[in-house]
C-alpha cells in the first residue's frame, strides 16, 4: 500500500474513532491527543500511524471499522506497516 493510501485509510479510521463515544475516549487516552489536538496533526504520518496502531491493537475494533468502511480486515494493519514508525518483520 502507497503512503498516501495509507494515510488516507488512517484518516478514515480517526473519524471511525472520533464518532464512536466509547472508543474515543480510550484514544484520547491513549494518545493525549483531544479533538482539536486530532485535528491539528491529522496530517502528520506519525500520529496518522498512531491511529493505526492504536485501532489495530484490538481485533473487534478492525472488524467493526473494516466492515462500516468497505475494507478487508488486514487493510488497517497494511497501512499500519506503510507509515513511518513500524518496520514490518519477517519470521523467515
Same mark, same amino acid.
Given at each position: %500500500?502507497?503512503?498516501? *493510501? *495509507?494515510?488516507?485509510? =488512517?484518516?478514515? =479510521?480517526?473519524?471511525?474513532? *472520533? *464518532? #464512536?463515544?466509547?472508543?474515543?475516549? %480510550? ?9 482539536? #489536538? !486530532?485535528?491539528?496533526? =491529522?496530517? #502528520?504520518?506519525?500520529?496518522? =500511524?498512531? @491511529? ?9 475494533? @478492525? %472488524?467493526?471499522?473494516?466492515?462500516? !468502511?468497505?475494507?478487508?480486515?488486514? #487493510? ?12 514490518? @518483520?519477517?519470521?523467515?
Amino acid at each position: %500500500m502507497s503512503p498516501d *493510501a *495509507a494515510e488516507l485509510l =488512517a484518516l478514515r =479510521a480517526l473519524g471511525w474513532l *472520533a *464518532a #464512536d463515544d466509547e472508543i474515543w475516549p %480510550m484514544f484520547s487516552n491513549a494518545t493525549g491527543a483531544d479533538p482539536s #489536538d !486530532a485535528k491539528a496533526r =491529522a496530517g #502528520d504520518p506519525v500520529f496518522l =500511524a498512531s @491511529v493505526l496502531e492504536f485501532l489495530t491493537s484490538n481485533d473487534d475494533w @478492525v %472488524m467493526r471499522f473494516c466492515d462500516e !468502511a468497505g475494507l478487508k480486515y488486514e #487493510d488497517p494493519l497494511t497501512a499500519r506497516f506503510s507509515l513511518p514508525g513500524a518496520d514490518q @518483520v519477517n519470521w523467515t
